[in-house]
């Protein structure tokens, strides 16, 4: 591979024209083109199809668009000016009073229309794009490369490797991998982390694979990498994550400006289907936690039965229409921060109420579903998430509640005395032991860092829902917020 940034033009100076003779528009500004060409300025013209288009010049070929992919040529026809092999101003397309700007000249196209849309550059043509990024990118891949056999089918061949979650993925071809590492500043072979379960080295490159096999785009890149970042510390621990026999997997909270940027659903369906960012960037986080750091299903990962967010759990925060402040902004961060929050959870479990119209009996409907967590008779043994939406937080903002004040609320109802959660109490064999419940002790079923909440789904519908925590609580594994190279 060549670098773009080293590839030389080959006019440093001057006006330089971007055409082809399959472009109506670039017809039409060939009288212009022959003005600009008997002024006292270099010109030159630069045809991306044909050698002698147009008739009468001296043209220089871009026969492999070498020339059109330094310039970033997206339109034909382009003026350019050039100035020390840079582009100093540019116009796509006809406009007489771009074209004048660039150029300097005045009365350009006398008879001709004042504007005319180009057409796309050859360069942006799909296959061509990805014969041009793989040839110029300045990402050098050195992830070993599998050569299939002529009549391999490379989807079928990627599961026969073990490389999916058991759903199709995308062949992560060179170009698509370099297009994907066009999405952050950070080197490929840079260590984003050491991972668990097999601590292996897991490069931005090794990232970008994975999130091209998830069906990523390439601005969805660092969000998957600040999770990454997040899942391979000591505190979240995916190691323990992976090898529980338990329901648990990551799930994924992203919060700050770059929700919006790339496209993702806080909404309606939020913690469902059809939101691409939102299924590919946590499935990218799966993938590389299984092809990277080792965790497969009958090997590290024993799950007893597993869930459906093991496949992908991942959704923004509706920030905007929340009536507290973001989960990221409680955990520290500033607004203007983009984050994605890591929490070892599976669900989610409904919450329904549709008759409560004041804040106390939605609390109690909370509580009552809350404590179901894990089991009925266990306390502070599991975490939980939240997910409120609108049509309950307007009760909540209606009465001026805060998290804080719904948060104090839920833990008193839900200290239980020991007499009612103790094992064998009730005819339940599973409970709190007997000699601690003894003496009338009280347990509080969430610690007081065990309990959070967070604003999405759609605008219709009395239901919020609950992401049950993984039992153990903090002690197998905390909930973990990492900043986004955005």
């Known amino acids: 591979m060549s670098d773009e940034s080293t590839m030389a033009l080959p006019v440093t100076d001057g006006l330089l024209a971007v055409v082809k003779d399959d472009c109506e528009t670039c017809h039409l500004v060939v009288p212009v083109l022959a003005e600009l060409a008997a002024g006292d300025r270099?010109?030159?013209?630069?045809?991306?199809?044909?050698?002698?288009?147009?008739?009468?010049?001296?043209?220089?070929?871009?026969?492999?668009?070498?020339?059109?992919?330094?310039?970033?040529?997206?339109?034909?026809?382009?003026?350019?000016?050039?100035?020390?092999?840079?582009?100093a101003d540019q116009q796509a397309g006809w406009l007489r009073s771009g074209w004048e700007r660039v150029t300097g000249a005045v009365g350009l196209g006398a008879g001709l229309p004042e504007q005319r849309p180009g057409c796309g550059s050859d360069t942006m043509l799909p296959d061509v794009y990805q014969r041009l990024m793989r040839r110029h990118s300045p990402h050098r891949i050195s992830s070993r490369r599998v050569d299939l056999g002529s009549a391999e089918d490379p989807i079928e061949a990627a599961y026969a490797r073990g490389w999916t979650d058991g759903l199709p993925v995308t062949p992560p071809t060179e170009e698509r991998v370099a297009r994907m590492l066009e999405g952050t500043s950070q080197a490929p072979g840079e260590v984003v982390c050491v991972l668990p379960p097999d601590l292996a080295e897991c490069t931005v490159e090794k990232v970008a694979i994975n999130a091209v096999m998830a069906g990523c785009l390439p601005e969805y890149l660092p969000v998957v990498l600040a999770a990454l970042k997040a899942a391979a510390t000591s505190r979240f621990n995916i190691h323990g994550i992976s090898a529980t026999t338990y329901f648990t997997g990551p799930v994924m909270v992203v919060n700050g400006p770059i929700r919006r940027r790339i496209g993702m659903n806080s909404g309606i369906n939020a913690l469902g289907q059809g939101?691409?960012?939102?299924?590919?960037?946590?499935?990218?986080?799966?993938?590389?936690?299984?092809?990277?750091?080792?965790?497969?299903?009958?090997?590290?990962?024993?799950?007893?039965?597993?869930?459906?967010?093991?496949?992908?759990?991942?959704?923004?925060?509706?920030?905007?229409?929340?009536?507290?402040?973001?989960?990221?902004?409680?955990?520290?961060?500033?607004?203007?921060?983009?984050?994605?929050?890591?929490?070892?959870?599976?669900?989610?479990?409904?919450?329904?109420?549709?008759?409560?119209?004041?804040?106390?009996?939605?609390?109690?409907?909370?509580?009552?579903?809350?404590?179901?967590?894990?089991?009925?008779?266990?306390?502070?043994?599991?975490?939980?998430?939240?997910?409120?939406?609108?049509?309950?937080?307007?009760?909540?903002?209606?009465?001026?509640?805060?998290?804080?004040?719904?948060?104090?609320?839920?833990?008193?109802?839900?200290?239980?005395?020991?007499?009612?959660?103790?094992?064998?109490?009730?005819?339940?064999?599973?409970?709190?032991?007997?000699?601690?419940?003894?003496?009338?002790?009280?347990?509080?079923?969430?610690?007081?860092?065990?309990?959070?909440?967070?604003?999405?789904?759609?605008?219709?519908?009395?239901f919020s829902a609950i992401i049950s925590g993984w039992i153990g609580g903090a002690a197998s594994s905390q909930m973990t917020t990492v900043a986004i190279d955005s």
Request: proline fraction near 7%.
């Open 275 to 462: 939101n691409r960012a939102n299924l590919t960037i946590g499935r990218a986080l799966n993938l590389v936690v299984r092809n990277v750091g080792g965790s497969r299903p009958g090997g590290v990962d024993r799950a007893a039965l597993g869930s459906p967010g093991k496949l992908s759990f991942c959704f923004p925060e509706d920030e905007e229409g929340s009536p507290w402040e973001p989960l990221s902004v409680e955990r520290g961060f500033p607004p203007e921060d983009s984050t994605v929050t890591l929490f070892a959870g599976h669900g989610p479990i409904e919450i329904i109420d549709q008759k409560s119209r004041n804040p106390e009996s939605l609390a109690r409907t909370f509580a009552l579903q809350l404590r179901m967590v894990g089991h009925p008779k266990l306390a502070g043994m599991a975490d939980a998430i939240v997910v409120v939406s609108p049509e309950h937080a307007r009760i909540f903002r209606e009465a001026g509640w805060s998290k804080t004040r719904l948060r104090r609320e839920i833990h008193a109802l839900l200290t239980l005395p020991g007499a009612e959660v103790a094992a064998g109490a009730g005819g339940v064999a599973e409970g709190m032991p007997p000699q601690v419940a003894a003496g009338g002790k009280e347990f509080a079923k969430y610690t007081s860092e065990g309990l959070w909440f967070v604003h999405a789904g759609g605008d219709a519908g009395m």
């Open 42 to 87: 270099t010109f030159t013209v630069v045809s991306q199809d044909r050698a002698d288009f147009p008739p009468g010049f001296e043209v220089l070929h871009d026969r492999e668009l070498d020339i059109s992919w330094k310039l970033r040529t997206e339109t034909t026809p382009t003026i350019y000016r050039l100035a020390e092999g840079e582009v």
